[in-house]
């Protein structure tokens, strides 16, 4: 009966319905009355508003002090072409009608009456549902209830979307206790949450990959020099789906000390494969609703930050960058983080990953997975064996110069406003040399781009005091970033002589 109804003439059959049926209750009660009730067989609206009419017809004729005071009251709600005005009408001529009933029996208090228990036992369980029901007619318009708005937002975002039957039928249970709840239940606000998060999550919407080879490696070289192990595989991944024709998703984990480029190379992979990206840092993390969400039946519960990250980004293959997995909490009452990422970075089971405060799978295959660590030693071994292992090295003096020209240079000169003022200071290669030698040791680069940002915050600062031709040289190097931590690179310049004694 309601197939062909919006939503707003749908919630008034509902309601129509529930006052119709409450009344036939309340007359079957009675020996007496009850055989002149017609047998229930509407199967269509206008069958429904046929016998509805015709029952209130019956009971003013049996009990004219329940009269309408308007004769011609009936035929107008049966003229009326308006289906949602139609069906308000109805409901209220209901309610008014049972409720003059139901006075009438109490005050003659007739024994087979039982018109309490006969109600009570049809009567929804919950008495907030009532009310919530109750209040949206006495205002005597549907389209007042915010509650439907809401759903009308929550369909329409649904449109486009490929939603699984799973969820579409979890939906629609969860828009009828929507609107069947009391508006100012504290019930109804968990409830609208978890609608919102669950129609705004992109069922079915994945972004283009750009597969174009050329494109993708000329990309990852702008942003990167070095690291070809990790360069080669993300092209690899790239060409397999080329002749597949689509991309799966692809679990890949970088092992490597720190500063050598390890995260900052995954919105760049993001980049090539026209994907986006999203991070997630889980250094110290021990709770595993951090990955798998809170269950709803705590306060402020919220979904994981995986789900959180679709929601965001609104697409079901972005790259996700999981960094710091070497890091990972200790096992705790809150249960191992590395146990939910031993089911988030299986492609087995990631098919159907379930969130507990959506509790519904969701389809992560399409992701491309990154993690990043310092060390393999203290992952656990059953999540190691699930990612595909690239190892990143240090660089050496060439590589760093390399990087400190065409990287660190150009964005420390853009950070301190000196771009446009070339011809005014001058950092002189020994400097250079000596800054990657004596200051700069470590397998990374951060040391040299904190010890290049100081320079040129620097120079910056005498060009602003009036300070002109200035140059930055081996030997001046020291009034810029102070002493260097390495002095030479051997203690002595020549091995001195030595006796060994041997027992």
């Known amino acids: 009966m309601e197939a062909d109804l919006d939503l707003e003439q749908q919630v008034s059959v509902k309601y129509a319905e529930r006052e119709f049926k409450e009344l036939y209750i309340l007359l079957q009660a009675n020996r ?29 004729r049996l009990f004219p002090s329940v009269s309408l005071k308007n004769k011609e009251y009936i035929q107008e709600i049966f003229a009326e072409e308006d289906i949602t005005k139609k069906l308000v009408s109805l409901c209220k001529t209901l309610i008014d009608i049972k409720q003059r009933l139901a006075a009438i029996i109490k005050s003659r208090n007739e024994k087979e009456w039982n018109t ?173 609703a951090i990955l798998k969400g809170f269950r709803r039946t705590y306060v402020g519960a919220i979904p994981g930050k995986i789900i959180q990250g679709l929601r965001d980004l609104q697409v079901e293959n972005p790259v996700i960058l999981i960094d710091e997995v070497d890091k990972l909490g200790i096992r705790s009452h809150h249960g191992d983080p590395s146990s939910v990422l031993l089911e988030i970075l299986d492609p087995e089971q990631n098919n159907a990953f379930t969130d507990d405060y959506i509790d519904l799978p969701v389809d992560l295959s399409k992701v491309f997975f ?86 040129t915050e620097k120079l910056a600062y005498k060009l602003v005091t009036g300070e002109k031709n200035l140059k930055v040289t081996e030997s001046n190097i020291e009034d810029y970033i102070g002493y260097s931590p390495f002095q030479k690179a051997r203690i002595y310049e020549r091995t001195p002589p030595v006796v060994l004694l041997c027992r």
């Open 32 to 60: 007496y009355l009850s055989s002149f009730l017609p047998s229930i067989k509407h199967k269509t609206l206008g069958q429904f508003v046929e016998e509805s009419l015709f029952m209130i017809n019956l009971i003013q």
């Open 116 to 288: 309490n228990q006969a109600m009570n036992e049809e009567r929804h369980d919950d008495s907030e549902e009532r009310e919530g029901f109750d209040e949206v007619f006495k205002s005597g318009n549907i389209m007042n209830d915010e509650r439907v708005e809401d759903i009308k937002q929550f369909k329409k975002r649904l449109e486009g979307k490929t939603v699984p039957p799973l969820v579409v039928t979890r939906l629609d249970e969860e828009f009828d206790r929507y609107l069947a709840i009391e508006k100012y239940n504290p019930e109804s606000s968990v409830m609208r949450t978890y609608l919102d998060y669950l129609t705004s999550l992109p069922w079915g919407i994945s972004s283009l990959d750009s597969l174009d080879m050329d494109k993708a490696k000329e990309i990852l070289e702008e942003s990167h020099y070095g690291m070809d192990d990790v360069k080669q595989r993300v092209l690899e991944f790239l060409a397999i789906g080329k002749l597949k024709g689509k991309v799966h998703g692809k679990i890949l984990c970088f092992i490597g000390p720190p500063g050598v480029g390890k995260t900052s190379i995954g919105s760049s992979i993001a980049k090539a494969v026209n994907r986006k990206f999203f991070r997630i840092s889980m250094g110290g993390d021990q709770d595993t």
């Open 370 to 455: 990154l993690c990043t660590c310092n060390t393999q030693h203290t992952i656990p071994r059953p999540l190691l064996d699930r990612m595909e292992l690239i190892h990143v090295s240090g660089y050496t003096h060439a590589e760093k110069e390399h990087i400190y020209e065409k990287y660190l240079l150009p964005k420390a000169m853009e950070n301190s406003g000196l771009v446009g003022k070339e011809g005014e200071f001058e950092i002189t290669p020994d400097a250079k040399k000596k800054l990657i030698e004596d200051y700069c040791r470590e397998p990374g680069v951060r040391g040299v781009q904190r010890s290049l940002a100081r320079i």
